[in-house]
């Protein structure tokens, strides 16, 4: 799966200082009159019609009985399933064994589904699953979540004798809190034997973005609807009884009941449409059976969408699908997405197994994509692209997603975690491979050097708290599962393979992968097998000492959290240095109950002023996770610098001693390009943040700023101005935000000046990203230039939202609005949320709020996060957007119900900037009396609690200091005016 997270982040784009969005357009807009506005309530009236008749007016099908199943009549109304309970958010669950008993494992399903899409959005279902005994037992149970099942239909009888009598069942039992159905046996089953167990079910299309399905793609005169599902991790038992883990492996052989006019998709090809008897106007689609594959793999959808299809690949075909009239929008992943499916097949030295590759652009979808073998969904902007107004962040976005499903294909769909445990190893690995594949497709676009911001440095920022976790954590019940779907698992995971693909080498590293994916394809694993096949690839390479494992090294990455600081301290006459490793926290808890010994293996990679080589990232040094200490020797005099972790490839910080980050800040500032571009990035990110955490001085920190005017990298300017968001959102609020603006200002005029107003298409990629992020923190800064620019451009050619709506007045905001609801661009809708956030009024940012958690408000459920981000990220909204999180914690609960990413994201949104006692004790009791009802956001609860007063202490520590630096370096709000 991608997190829809990465997204908020673009948007946010520099954290706080996001002000502008970018978009282009193709022709002018006429101006705002009150038509426009009298059109606009118009649509929102339709809009408001529709969802009355989706609600409350279902139609009622007459129907005869489709799957010979139900004896019962087909519900004339929205059945009323009230099985397993939805488990919102906001509800107690003591920690319980959620897994099923392994007596019997499942070999093979025949799936037969027939929503009532445009009726009642009850499933009529039918589904026979062979399992064999593996254990003697005198039960059956498997996973279901609101779902009847037809006791009297359930049948199980032996492989051999299916239309036998079967064997006696003497009791049907639900265990809500487990989803679990068991089917109690008059006998025990025979161990070895082949069963079959089949069964009549009824469930419901739902309307939370999860298991099967329903909402509406397009309002008119006739609403049109899709069926969709979302499985990962733990939803397929929502749509039809099933053996809902991992490592429980079958074929799938599944049949979708639809209407005509409509078509349906799965993961395997179509292999006949067969028209329902007795049901006019229904098919059945009956699709090929699968190979063997976990149940949070199995998709299906139904819908009207359009296709276009590419034969690029020789042995899969690739189609894309999409709303008829955004299909065209499909034409880049339609691209892009064979020639990365080729490249991984290449990389891997594995076929892809299936005959085809379907990708949809799903309306609404709660994650960012997901990687269903052979049917991948998406959410519209993660891709669909329009060249014509979508911005180059944008076309980035389509093109990771693309690379990261696939890669998924193999890394998580060919070979499977055995249990959630290790998810990380899915996520983590198709979060790298995802900047190889755009690294191929996209060669220009220096991904390898976008992956340290992104998600390096990232992530470095989470773990470097307390309350983050290791990286293979033990988890159970389906909220805890879902609550590792976090950046740790995601960018954690792509840093530490990183590494690990730089200390074994690629050669190595790609021989043991291919191993590991041919020996055990089809098959379940855990993180031991893959040390293992790397382990024997590097001994065969000699790239690791025989007497080190990867296990070894890569059990101090993935079983502990955090990471390690290094400090590098050379001798008197620079010859030689003492290397220490001690673990990296933002700040120290003098309280702390931790007491663990955290230490690592430490590739420990470095190069110097008098032979520089940026290009070795092999480690020259291991630092066990026994040592305090080491000592290198053979290092130049004490006038030239020492650089450690080249290319920054070690998931470790680096700290020197103040003479070496003095020559650094030399050679920064003498002639910047002797630094590999990447070791820049690095320098600023560990200086800053060793600021932060009160390891070096701010003085040191904001000289290495000092050179800035020269670069023209983005990468290392990212990195920066990521940084100095932090400083901008402590001081937003404080009296010397002046002094810090004029300070700001100074770095940045230069790059604004240098990237234009004018986005152009043509430009290089990066460039235009460098554009985005000037003039973004120009204008959020209030440079009068940006800010007259952004005006004048608001409503006429490249659009400037953000400002424009800060500018102006509910006219505006309004205008916003049209342009969002008419939009077919969905990452046009997008910048226009997000810019609708940016208003001043208090009351429009009040409706905007209520709208956003308000079902058929024209905003979708999915979007309902960056709406709350965008009000949040507002200094007039901030404070609004706390209240109404607590004022209306369960009317937002309730609005997602259960295993919702976006709880934890609208969290971290509300409380990002708190940085006052006030504020800690809001938190704390928010925490209080919720306690037990967070669900999956318990965790951003408290880690919001912990940044809150980090950023307390920070603030007593360091607000002093920094006013005293930037008035010494002639920063002063009232001496300079701009
Ligand atoms: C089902 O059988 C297994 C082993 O045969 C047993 O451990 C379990 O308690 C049984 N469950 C029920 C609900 O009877
Ligand atoms: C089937 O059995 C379960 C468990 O006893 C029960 O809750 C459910 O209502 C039954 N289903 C039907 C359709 O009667
Ligand atoms: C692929 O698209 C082309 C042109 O749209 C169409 O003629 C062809 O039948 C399609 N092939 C398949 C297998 O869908
Ligand atoms: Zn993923």
């Known amino acids: 799966m991608t997190g829809s997270s990465r997204e908020t982040l673009a948007m946010e784009m520099n954290q706080s200082a996001a002000s502008v969005s970018f978009g282009k357009r193709n022709g002018c807009y006429v101006n705002r009159s009150v038509a426009v506005i009298l059109g606009l309530l118009f649509v929102s009236a339709t809009v408001a019609t529709g969802l009355l008749v989706y609600?409350?007016?279902?139609?009622?099908?007459?129907?005869?009985?489709?799957?010979n199943l139900a004896r019962t009549s087909l519900a004339t109304e929205r059945p009323m399933v009230p099985t397993t309970p939805m488990t919102p958010a906001s509800e107690v669950k003591p920690k319980i064994d959620v897994r099923l008993p392994r007596s019997v494992k499942p070999l093979h399903y025949k799936v037969k589904l027939q929503p009532l899409i445009n009726g009642n959005f009850s499933i009529l279902g039918y589904v026979e699953v062979e399992v064999e005994v593996l254990e003697a037992t005198s039960n059956v149970t498997l996973h279901i979540a609101d779902i009847v099942t037809k006791n009297e239909t359930i049948k199980l009888a032996p492989s051999d004798q299916v239309q036998g009598p079967g064997i006696g069942i003497n009791k049907h039992s639900y265990d809500n809190e487990r989803q679990f159905y068991v089917a109690e046996l008059g006998e025990e089953l025979e161990v070895g034997k082949k069963y079959v167990l089949s069964m009549d079910f009824e469930g419901y299309l739902n309307d939370q973005l999860h298991g099967f399905y329903s909402r509406l793609t397009r309002r008119g005169r006739s609403d049109r609807l899709i069926a969709s599902t979302q499985f990962q991790p733990t939803d397929a038992r929502r749509a039809f009884p099933c053996f809902d883990e991992p490592g429980m492996k079958a074929t799938f052989e599944v049949y979708l009941g639809r209407e005509e006019g409509m078509s349906s998709i799965s993961n395997m090809p179509k292999f006949e449409s067969i028209p329902i008897e007795g049901q006019p106007g229904w098919v059945w689609d009956h699709f090929n059976t699968s190979v063997p594959m976990s149940t949070y793999l199995v998709a299906f959808v139904i819908s009207d969408f359009s296709h276009m299809n590419s034969t690029a690949n020789d042995h899969v075909l690739f189609r894309v699908w999409a709303r008829k009239a955004a299909i065209e929008q499909a034409n880049y992943a339609l691209t892009t997405g064979p020639d990365i499916l080729t490249f991984f097949e290449g990389y891997f030295n594995v076929p892809f197994p299936l005959p085809k590759q379907d990708m949809i652009a799903i309306?609404?979808?709660?994650?960012?994509?997901?990687?269903?073998?052979?049917?991948?969904?998406?959410?519209?902007?993660?891709?669909?692209?329009?060249?014509?107004?979508?911005?180059a962040s944008n076309k980035q976005r389509v093109v990771v997603v693309v690379a990261h499903e696939l890669a998924h294909q193999w890394f998580g769909n060919l070979v499977t975690p055995e249990w959630w445990t290790d998810l990380w190893l899915n996520e983590g690995f198709a979060s790298f491979m995802e900047y190889l594949g755009v690294d191929h497709s996209e060669p220009s676009w220096k991904m390898m050097e976008q992956f340290v911001p992104d998600d390096l440095h990232d992530v470095f920022a989470i773990d470097c708290l307390e309350s983050s976790h290791p990286i293979s954590i033990p988890v159970g019940h389906p909220d805890e599962i879902n609550e590792i779907f976090d950046r740790i698992s995601y960018a954690k995971g792509a840093s530490i393979i990183r590494m690990m693909n730089h200390f074994l080498t690629e050669a190595t590293f790609r021989k043991g992968l291919s191993n590991y994916l041919t020996d055990l394809k089809y098959q379940n694993a855990e993180q031991d097998d893959l040390w293992q096949y790397l382990t024997t690839a590097a001994y065969e390479d000699n790239t690791l000492p025989t007497d080190i494992s990867v296990k070894k090294i890569m059990d101090t990455w993935t079983l502990q959290m955090g990471y390690p600081v290094i400090k590098v301290t050379r001798s008197s006459d620079g010859t030689s240095a003492t290397v220490t490793q001690e673990r990296f926290l933002l700040v120290k808890n003098p309280n702390s109950t931790d007491t663990h010994d955290y230490k690592w293996w430490v590739p420990l990679s470095y190069t110097t002023e008098t032979s520089p080589d940026f290009e070795t990232t092999k480690p020259?040094?291991?630092?066990?996770?026994?040592?305090?200490?080491?000592?290198?020797?053979?290092?130049?005099?004490?006038?030239?610098?020492?650089?450690?972790?080249?290319q920054e490839t070690g998931y470790y910080r680096v700290n020197y001693d103040a003479e070496n980050w003095n020559l650094i800040i030399q050679q920064l500032k003498d002639q910047h390009e002797s630094i590999h571009v990447i070791n820049r990035a690095q320098i600023i990110d560990d200086v800053l943040n060793l600021a932060r955490a009160g390891q070096v001085s701010y003085d040191t920190a904001l000289s290495v700023n000092a050179y800035l005017g020269k670069e023209v990298e983005y990468v290392p300017w990212d990195t920066a101005l990521n940084n100095l968001g932090y400083l901008e959102n402590m001081f937003t609020r404080s009296s010397g935000y002046g002094d810090l603006k004029s300070y700001l200002l100074d770095i940045l005029i230069p790059l604004y000046n240098s990237v234009g107003f004018e986005d152009n298409l043509n430009d290089p990629h990066l460039d235009q990203y460098k554009r985005v992020k000037a003039l973004s923190w120009a204008c959020n800064l209030g440079y009068q230039d940006c800010v007259d620019n952004s005006q004048s451009l608001f409503n006429t050619w490249s659009t400037v939202y953000c400002t424009?709506?800060?500018?102006?007045?509910?006219?505006?905001?309004?205008?916003?609005?049209e342009q969002y609801i008419n939009s077919n661009v969905a990452t046009e809708k997008a910048k226009l949320l997000s810019a609708m956030g940016c208003t001043k009024e208090v009351w429009i940012l009040s409706r905007y709020l209520d709208m956003a958690f308000t079902e058929g408000s024209g905003i979708r459920k999915q979007d309902a996060s960056q709406v709350f981000a965008a009000v949040a990220r507002n200094d007039v909204g901030r404070y609004l957007a706390w209240n109404y999180l607590r004022d209306q914690w369960q009317k937002i609960a309730d609005y997602y119900g259960s295993g919702f990413f976006a709880i934890a994201r609208i969290i971290k949104a509300a409380t990002r900037a708190f940085n006052t006692k006030l504020e800690l004790a809001e938190l704390e009791l928010f925490k209080q009396q919720h306690e037990g009802q967070l669900g999956t956001a318990t965790r951003a609860v408290d880690q919001a609690i912990e940044r809150t007063e980090n950023n307390i202490k920070w603030m007593d520590n360091n607000y002093d200091v920094i006013m005293q630096w930037l008035a010494d370096n002639g920063y002063s709000s009232k001496l300079k005016s701009l």
């Open 55 to 67: 609600y409350y007016a279902p139609q009622v099908r007459e129907a005869g009985d489709p799957l």
């Open 363 to 391: 309306p609404d979808f709660s994650a960012g994509a997901m990687e269903n073998w052979g049917l991948i969904t998406y959410r519209e902007t993660a891709m669909l692209y329009d060249p014509a107004v979508s911005a």
């Open 620 to 646: 020259q040094r291991w630092m066990m996770d026994t040592e305090q200490q080491l000592t290198i020797s053979s290092l130049p005099a004490k006038d030239k610098w020492v650089i450690f972790n080249v």
């Open 804 to 817: 424009g709506v800060a500018e102006g007045g509910e006219e505006e905001w309004n205008f916003a609005w």
